[in-house]
């Protein structure tokens, strides 16, 4: 039995979908959701729904009974991250889970980056898992090719891209290749105690972003390229909390410094193929 955690959400729900389509039997995958109704098509796919919430240990506990392997995604949360995944992982330990799968982050250092309210959770985690001792591997993840728009503004086509982030690259990975990488990894054996970045072959810089649109699309795609400072008063005049705009300014800060160019992939191991290029992303996307 394989247990996924916030399977409704775009990573969990991705692994799920990899794992049917490489036939594995719906009624041996386990979903764990906090609202029922959001996993409607799960169920009705055969998926097993389990009803459990990160802060609830006793929910938790619950929902592991006979899971072989679980697929721990990070939480999404800011506060109590560090308690919510040790809640995870004691239950599993106390229900005899035998494999935990965890989602990190492909970061050049912990230690020096600007983000560390975003990379830390990452590195306790890891080092609670090999502390418990319980078999593990760490898929440390680059960002979703998906988060691209979200990055690049509203109206981005038109108007241009508007991110801090300088020509600094990042191997942008869609969130179905990171799921179809976790389902590998929960499938196959071999990968116990080990940790893979989950990355493209080739970083991208914003830059380059904006001229493969311009080919796709037809029209001029500009990269506005603003300092941190003009990004967050753009953002808060346009009505985003500063708390967020300071987040998302962050994470330009962190890709303009390479942060996430590590130079370091082994998703083309595990899947078996060449990752999907940016361009034919980009093109089933914007095209």
């Not at 965890?102 to 912990?110: A, E, K, L, M």
């Not at 959770?121 to 898992?129: E, F, G, P, R």
């Not at 509203?154 to 020509?167: D, R, S």
């Amino acid at each position: 039995m394989i247990l996924v955690t916030g399977a409704t959400g775009g990573l969990g729900n991705a692994t799920i979908q990899a794992l049917l389509k490489k036939g594995f039997p719906a009624n041996e995958i386990s979903a764990l959701v906090r609202d029922e109704h959001k996993a409607a098509d799960l169920k009705s796919a055969g998926i097993q729904i389990k009803i459990g919430n990160y802060n609830e240990y006793d929910s938790l506990k619950t929902a592991l009974v006979g899971v072989d392997k679980l697929l721990l995604v990070s939480s999404n949360e800011m506060v109590d991250r560090l308690v919510q995944h040790k809640n995870v992982i004691n239950a599993a330990l106390e229900n005899g889970v035998k494999h935990i799968v965890y989602t990190g982050i492909d970061i050049v250092s912990y230690e020096t980056t600007v983000i560390p309210y975003v990379s830390q959770i990452h590195k306790d985690t890891a080092d609670y898992l090999q502390e418990v001792g319980i078999p593990y591997t760490i898929l440390d993840n680059t960002l979703y090719a998906d988060s691209i728009g979200m990055f690049s503004g509203e109206k981005f086509l038109e108007t241009g891209i508007f991110f801090p982030a300088g020509e600094g690259k990042l191997p942008w990975v869609p969130k179905a290749e990171m799921g179809e990488a976790a389902a590998v990894v929960l499938t196959t054996s071999g990968h116990e105690n080990k940790n893979y970045a989950i990355t493209a072959n080739v970083a991208y810089s914003f830059s380059e972003i904006a001229e493969i649109l311009s080919e796709i699309t037809g029209q001029e795609v500009k990269y506005l390229k603003p300092d941190a400072e003009t990004y967050v008063e753009g953002l808060v005049k346009a009505g985003v909390p500063k708390e967020i705009a300071s987040f998302l300014a962050g994470f330009g800060i962190a890709i303009g410094n390479g942060e996430f160019n590590t130079h370091r992939s082994d998703l083309e191991k595990l899947l078996g193929r060449k990752p999907m290029e940016i361009k034919a992303y980009l093109t089933e996307i914007y095209g």
